[in-house]
């Protein structure tokens, strides 16, 4: 059991590093070969990021764990509003009132409440994913003619300058390029063939299910990197950053990564999870409405409760 634990914990540290180290490689290949900055933040640092999530899903599949699968992206999803959210504000007051996410947050209800349609179907097969990637595709297109309208109009214009970019450098050689890209596709499947193994095995020795590690352990190691990120932007006082990145993952995870793991093969989708786990994701994103619509920042006592929260909800999984 031992040796599974630190399975589990290698491949997540491999997982992260690899992630980031790809996103740094694609960010930089994309801008050094004249692909702009607006589509190389919504598709390849969008994707990149998303990286570990869509291995571990597509490796739970091969490995005949798919309960694994789903259960990461629900559990990442509840994580990433009640703990994401929840942690960074106990540290500092987020002032997610002066932030215009309204548009973002509606479409992550969308994508919710489409993939909850989607799993009282029994299963997540290719129909599913298909429905679920071209919304995506929906999606991607909308946020990139919204962004050049405000650029033509001259409101609210997103920067132009790279550095705004996630891993951009604009002096970044080639040589160090390849090298990150090379790390990234060699480590990205290692980490998560160690993670999904050393998971399964802990799963068993404890006698739950695979869909419950996934919505606890899994959930929270891949939440990890969002979980570091707001927690800058919250002391750097840039409320937006921290909203925009939990909503932004939100929709990649269920809309591209059980997408796209749904055509490699079908997830089914345990009962329990239609129960209880699928409306607890859906609970956490409707508790988002007051900051996002009725202008409330989540200071620290919101910040207690919404970690407590989730405290709760591992601990009923469990």
Known sequence: MIMDWVYTGLGLLLLLLAGDSLVKGAVNLALRIGVPALIVSLTIVAFGTSAPELLISVQAIWDGVP??????????NTANVLLVLGVPALLAVMHTGECETRDSYLQMIAASILFIALAFRGKFDWISGLILLAALAAMLLHAGLAANAHRKNGV????????????????????????????????????ASLLVDGASNIARDFGVSETAIGLTLVAVGTSLPELATTVMAALRRQADVALGNVIGSNMFNLLAIIGVASLVGEIPVAAEVLRFDLWVMLTSSLILFPFVFLRMDINRTRGVALTALYIAYIWSVL
């Open 67 to 76: 309960g694994l699968a789903l259960g990461n992206v629900v559990g990442s």
């Open 156 to 191: 609210n214009a997103p920067p132009e300058d790279v550095d705004d970019l996630e891993g951009a450098d604009p002096d970044l050689p080639w040589p160090k390029i390849t090298l990150f890209l090379v790390l990234g596709i060699i480590g990205l499947p290692l980490g």
